[in-house]
């Protein structure tokens, strides 16, 4: 018998079935979705009915099941139920405790090397996943900046930070998806090597050919491409003119404890930002101010002063582009930056939430800022 999460199964698992298949038939348990969640504060990629469908589908498995208890043991159950002959785990996958529970139950401990079949690499679930991450990016503060139309009445900043994927976000929602999408097609999926700066403008560039209708931000190619936390300064340019990077641990962290995302819905499609402008310059400074303090904040580790920044920004966007904070939006983030230090959309007309707090807010989305 082996046990697993075996999501986002690869070559490594069937090397790992077809050795312990060698020792007799083969039981697999498979990690239940809830239990999952609780040890790795995530859930896996596939629902727990799609693993075991997928692992039992394998020719070297005998019989594949749902593992019915809870924990790291969540397999000792079944473990007691079938009585194998055998346990058997990977090196990765040893604890002092599986192998104490069956030293009790008179069941032989093996540990496997993790040895791949020839001419294919070593595979593990964690690398599979890293290479299927890719990040997006959410915007705190200023957005709108990036726009020559705005920021050559009045320049001023937009702070973004890119983060990792802790959940499948939805698409139309504010977090740079249609950029993130064109990056995935030009680097086949993986993170480009070198210069951050430059690949944020080679991602502008093909998301922006000749002839577009309309630019795509540049704040969304950084916040993408540029680890860490920016603060992007723009004077009337497609491009900035300035970009300061904080990739400090401790502040990215702080950054990633305090902001929360709710979902509210995505942008209708033929949903129109723009149609309507109020180009008043001190609107226009309103919100070039409000990155400012977004940074300043951020750096100094201010959960008040980045709220405030972050509802100044919000309330700017009403001023200048009303299309971008419709009437049932507003009404929904009142609660928000009235309870909270402050609260912004993810982006024009919904998406999500997102909240500063120091304090746990439930149902909402954790990210993870990437340093």
């Known amino acids: 018998m082996v046990s697993g999460c075996f999501d986002l199964l690869h070559a490594g698992h069937i090397a790992f079935f077809k050795t312990a298949a060698s020792y007799g038939k083969l039981y697999v348990a498979v990690g239940q979705d809830k239990n999952l969640l609780q040890l790795k504060g995530k859930a ?51 604890t002092g405790e599986k192998e104490k529970l069956c030293r009790e139950l008179g069941i032989e401990y093996i540990i496997l090397d993790r040895i791949p079949e020839p001419g294919l690499p070593a595979r593990s679930s964690s690398f599979t996943k890293r290479e299927l991450q890719f990040p997006y990016r959410v915007c705190i503060a200023g957005g709108w900046m990036d726009q020559p139309w705005v920021s050559e009445i009045y320049p001023g900043s937009v702070v973004v930070a890119r983060i990792w994927p802790t959940t499948e976000f939805n698409d139309r929602s504010g977090l740079a998806t249609s950029s993130r999408k064109v990056a995935l097609q030009l680097w086949d999926g993986k993170i480009p090597t070198g210069d951050p700066v430059r690949n944020a403008k080679l991602l502008f560039g093909a998301e ?54 709710i979902p509210l819905k995505p942008r209708p499609t033929g949903y129109d930002p723009i149609e309507e402008k109020n180009l008043e310059k001190e609107y226009v400074k309103e919100l070039g101010d409000s990155g400012n303090k977004c940074w300043d904040s951020i750096i100094k580790k201010d959960v008040k002063g980045l709220g405030r920044a972050m509802t100044e920004s919000f309330l700017a966007w009403k001023k200048i582009l009303p299309n971008t904070v419709p009437d049932h ?28 707090s120091e304090k746990n807010i439930e149902g909402s989305i954790r990210i993870k800022v990437k340093f």
């Not at 469908?53 to 394998?58: R, T």
């Not at 000749?210 to 004077?235: C, F, T």
Request: hydrophobic residues 30%.
């Open 329 to 356: 939006i507003m009404n929904e983030m009142t609660y928000y930056t009235s309870n909270y230090p402050g609260a912004i959309t993810s982006g024009s007309g919904g998406g999500y939430a997102m909240v500063a």
């Open 44 to 94: 896996p990629w596939f629902s727990e009915k799609e693993r075991k469908y997928i692992v039992g589908s394998v020719r070297y498995v005998h019989e594949a099941f749902i593992a019915s208890g809870k924990g790291m043991l969540d397999f000792e159950p079944d473990l007691r139920r079938i009585k194998p002959d055998r346990f058997i785990v990977n090196t990765d996958g040893h």
């Open 208 to 261: 922006n050919p000749p002839g577009s209708k309309y630019i795509s931000g540049s704040q969304d190619h950084i916040g993408l491409m540029v680890p860490g936390i920016s603060r992007i300064y723009y004077e009337g340019g497609y491009w900035p003119s300035d970009i300061k990077n904080c990739t400090d641990p401790s502040v990215c962290e702080w950054l990633s404890e305090v902001l929360y995302l």
